[in-house]
C-alpha cells in the first residue's frame, strides 16, 4: 500500500502552511523574508558607518547614542514627523511610476512648478477656509500632473525614454518657474532677497496639529500613501497598472492599453508630486519664493521609494527613518560629530538594502523554480 500522507514542514513555513492557504503563505512567507533582509541591510549599514567613523577620529558609540538619545525628545520626533512629510509625496509619486515600470526622476521639477501655480492661484482667490485649501492642492495636483504628462506623451508618440524626458524637463521647469515668477509672479512689495509671491490668505493656509511643530499636510501624506494602496493594489486600474508594467506586450494582448497606462500612470505620478511642496506653501511661508521653497525633495524621494520597496508601509516607514536622521544632524554637530555623517548613513543603508533585498529576491525565484521542477518531477514519476 502506498503512503499517501506528505510530511507537513516543520518551523514558521509549517505554521503558516498550516494556517493559510498555499498561495497566501507564500505571499506571507515572502513579506517576512524581504522584511527581515531589509533589517538586516540597516544593520549591515550601520556597521559600515561605525567603521567610517571609527577611520575618521569618532566614537561611533558616541554617535549611535546621540541618535538614540535624541529619540526620545518628543521636539525631535515632531521634527521627524515634519521632515518626513514631503518625502513621503515624494516618494509615493515614484512609486506610481516604478509601478508602471517607469523611472520618474522629474519629481523635482514638477513639485516646484506645482508650487508656484499654486501658490500664486492661492494667493488670488477669495473662498471658505476648506475649499481654499482644497482649492490650492488641486491646483498643485493638476500643474504637477501637467508638467509630468510632457514626459508621457513624448514615451508614447515619440518613443523617448522617460529617465531623458524629465531630466530635462527639471532644468526646463527651473528657467521657466524662474521667467514666470520674475516677470508676472513676484511681490515687488517684498524688499531684500526673501522674494516671494504674494501671501496666500489666512482662509488658505493649513492649520497646525501642533503649534508651530507639526503641520495638517502630515495627515495629508498618510491619506495619500493610504490611496496609493487602494489604487495600486485593490482596484481594477491598479492591476492594469502593474500589469503593464511587468510585461506590456502580454498586457496588450490581454486587452489593456499599455499607451493609455503610461499617460495614467504619469499623470499620477506627477499628481502627487504637486503636493510634495505644500508643507511650505499652505503650512509655512503661504507662499512661494526661490530662496523660501524646498528643493531636493525630488530626487530624496527616488530613495526612500527604492529603500521602501515602493510599497506605502515600506515608504512611510523609510521616510520616517530618513526624517529622524535629518533631525539629529544639528544634534551630532553639537557632540563633534560631523553632520556629514548622516547623508553618509542614509546612502549607505539605501545600497545595503537594495543590495541584500535583490539578493534575497533572486534566493527566492531560485527556490521556487527548484521547488515547481521537483513537483513536475514527481508528477512525472507517478
Partial sequence: MTDTTTERPHGLSGLLSRITTGSAAGSVRTSLTTIASSLAAVV????????????????????????????????????????????????????????????????????????????????????????????????????????????????????????????????????????????????????????????????????????????????VALATAGAFWVLVYRSRFGFRLRASGYNPNAAEVAGIGARRMVIAAMLISGAIAGLVAMYSVVGETYAYGPSATPTQFGFAGITVALLGRNHPIGIVIAALLFGFLDSTSAVLQLADVPNSIVKVMQSIIVLAVVVVNEATIRRLNARTAEQMRAQTDSGEAS
Avoid at 52 to 76: M, N, Q, R, W
Avoid at 102 to 117: K, R, T
Avoid at 131 to 137: G, K, S, V
Avoid at 159 to 174: D, F, G, K, P, R
Fill in 44 to 219: 549591515i549599514a550601520l556597521t559600515i558607518c561605525a567603521v567610517l567613523l571609527l577611520v575618521t577620529g569618532k566614537s561611533p558609540i558616541d554617535a549611535y547614542s546621540t541618535i538614540l538619545e535624541t529619540a526620545g525628545d518628543s521636539d525631535k520626533l515632531l521634527e521627524m514627523l515634519r521632515r518626513s512629510t514631503p518625502l513621503i509625496f515624494s516618494a509615493t509619486a515614484v512609486a506610481v511610476g516604478f509601478k508602471m515600470n517607469l523611472f520618474n526622476i522629474g519629481v523635482e521639477g514638477q513639485y516646484l512648478f506645482a508650487a508656484l501655480i499654486a501658490a500664486e492661484a492661492g494667493s488670488r482667490v477669495s473662498l471658505p477656509t476648506v475649499m481654499h485649501i482644497a482649492f490650492i492642492l488641486a491646483v498643485a495636483m493638476a500643474a504637477g500632473a501637467l508638467w509630468a504628462s510632457i514626459s508621457g506623451i513624448l514615451k508614447v508618440y515619440r518613443n523617448i525614454h522617460e529617465v531623458i524626458s524629465t531630466i530635462m524637463l527639471n532644468y526646463i521647469a527651473l528657467s521657466v518657474i524662474q521667467w514666470l515668477f520674475e516677470n508676472f509672479f513676484r511681490d515687488d512689495t517684498v524688499e531684500g532677497l526673501n522674494v516671494k509671491t504674494t501671501i496666500i490668505a489666512e482662509s488658505g493656509q493649513m492649520p497646525d496639529l501642533v503649534d508651530g511643530r507639526l503641520n495638517a499636510m502630515f495627515l
